[in-house]
């Protein structure tokens, strides 16, 4: 059981707006091969949350609709869908640029056997989390062997050209602080990260992200359950950067859940906040915004949902599902 957050909802945080749609976020369901410390949306093994077939054939008609560049598959993880390699494959005869989130250990699981080989065919992009270069680090924070898992998966997508310069197959690591505390400089950390990847496992990689800790779900409720949450807040609004503010991921980006309903951002959906995009009401009841709304409707313009948490995209130098948003 986790302890009660907060509401996050009323907050001083800057008015924002959306610019154009690049970049379609769909998380295909909860269900997890692992129960990361970190996880901002309490994916595991026991999570039943799947996105339905009927949900899942409206994502390229959006694609196309919207005339989207960016299909950015996450989870839980994301290839446990039984319709996973069905949807990239579509995305990609659309001349979609597809990134699976991947957390590396998946392709060890059974029925996955193939799946490095899959994402190299069809030049999917790879965003794969390694919160440290070291076993005793990854292994408090994601679980006993995932590290070892980990290098392994890494030496296995180098072998299919992964990471390698020239190879027009990128492979992109994920850093998350091991508790309340922001991300140290992105640049630097990426050439440590390099350094002793190459040195100790001969592995290569293109680029590191360095991202903040959103204190919501299970990191925010391990915050409370530690009294440090409002401490974490407050680290978060006292290093505000007013330059992070106009890079943030949810001017570009929209966020869709496994119901097909949606949202700014992954977090924004993690707390219920809604896309402010208009729609029918139902029986005096608004209707809240769902993926086939964006068949006929452009979102650009619309005021973005924030609170408190928002903070954690600006915080520093800056987080992203793409890193830092300055260095």
Same mark, same amino acid.
């Given at each position: 059981?986790?302890?009660? /957050?907060?509401?996050? @909802?009323?907050?001083?945080?800057? %008015? #924002?707006?959306?610019?154009? !749609? +690049?970049?379609?976020?769909?998380?295909?369901?909860?269900?997890?091969?692992?129960?990361?410390?970190?996880?901002?949306?309490?994916?595991?093994?026991?999570?039943?949350?799947?996105?339905?077939?009927?949900?899942?054939?409206?994502?390229?008609?959006?694609?196309?609709?919207?005339?989207?560049?960016?299909?950015?598959?996450?989870?839980?993880?994301?290839?446990?869908?039984?319709?996973?390699?069905?949807?990239?494959?579509?995305?990609?005869?659309?001349?979609?640029?597809?990134?699976?989130?991947?957390?590396?250990?998946?392709?060890?699981?059974?029925?996955?056997?193939?799946?490095?080989?899959? /994402?190299?065919?069809? @030049?999917?992009?790879?965003?794969? %989390? #390694?919160?440290?270069?070291? !076993? +005793?680090?990854?292994?408090?924070?994601?679980?006993?062997?995932?590290?070892?898992?980990?290098?392994?998966?890494?030496?296995?997508?180098?072998?299919?050209?992964?990471?390698?310069?020239?190879?027009?197959?990128?492979?992109?690591?994920?850093?998350?602080?091991?508790?309340?505390?922001?991300?140290?400089?992105?640049?630097?950390?990426?050439?440590?990260?390099?350094?002793?990847?190459?040195?100790?496992?001969?592995?290569?990689?293109?680029?590191?992200?360095?991202?903040?800790?959103?204190?919501?779900?299970?990191?925010?409720?391990?915050?409370?359950?530690?009294?440090?949450?409002?401490?974490?807040?407050?680290?978060?609004?006292?290093?505000?950067?007013?330059?992070?503010?106009?890079?943030?991921?949810?001017?570009?980006?929209?966020?869709?859940?496994?119901?097909?309903?949606?949202?700014?951002?992954?977090?924004?959906?993690?707390?219920?906040?809604?896309?402010?995009?208009?729609?029918?009401?139902?029986?005096?009841?608004?209707?809240?915004?769902?993926?086939?709304?964006?068949?006929?409707?452009?979102?650009?313009?619309?005021?973005?949902?924030?609170?408190?948490?928002?903070?954690?995209?600006?915080?520093?130098?800056?987080?992203?599902?793409?890193?830092?948003?300055?260095?």
């Amino acid at each position: 059981m986790h302890a009660t /957050l907060p509401l996050l @909802q009323t907050t001083k945080f800057p %008015s #924002l707006h959306r610019q154009q !749609l +690049t970049t379609l976020q769909v998380n295909l369901g909860y269900r997890c091969n692992l129960s990361c410390v970190h996880c901002h949306v309490n994916a595991g093994p026991n999570r039943k949350e799947m996105m339905d077939s009927e949900t899942l054939t409206l994502i390229p008609l959006v694609l196309t609709a919207r005339n989207i560049s960016i299909l950015d598959l996450t989870g839980g993880a994301p290839e446990l869908h039984k319709g996973f390699r069905k949807l990239v494959n579509e995305a990609s005869a659309l001349s979609v640029k597809v990134i699976d989130r991947c957390n590396l250990t998946i392709l060890f699981e059974p029925g996955q056997e193939e799946l490095a080989e899959f /994402l190299a065919a069809q @030049q999917v992009e790879i965003v794969a %989390s #390694l919160p440290c270069y070291s !076993l +005793t680090n990854v292994d408090k924070q994601r679980g006993k062997g995932v590290f070892d898992k980990s290098i392994l998966a890494l030496q296995k997508l180098n072998s299919l050209g992964y990471g390698n310069e020239g190879s027009g197959l990128t492979l992109n690591l994920v850093y998350n602080p091991q508790g309340p505390s922001l991300p140290p400089d992105q640049a630097k950390l990426q050439a440590t990260y390099k350094r002793e990847l190459y040195e100790n496992f001969g592995i290569l990689f293109n680029e590191l992200f360095a991202v903040t800790n959103m204190p919501i779900q299970r990191f925010g409720s391990t915050l409370i359950s530690k009294g440090q949450f409002n401490d974490y807040m407050q680290l978060l609004k006292e290093n505000f950067a007013a330059a992070n503010f106009a890079n943030v991921m949810c001017r570009n980006l929209i966020s869709v859940d496994w119901k097909g309903f949606l949202y700014d951002c992954d977090f924004n959906q993690q707390l219920g906040l809604e896309l402010g995009l208009a729609t029918q009401t139902v029986q005096g009841h608004k209707r809240k915004p769902h993926l086939r709304d964006l068949m006929n409707k452009d979102p650009s313009g619309q005021a973005i949902q924030v609170a408190d948490h928002c903070y954690g995209c600006t915080a520093g130098q800056g987080s992203s599902c793409s890193g830092a948003l300055h260095e």
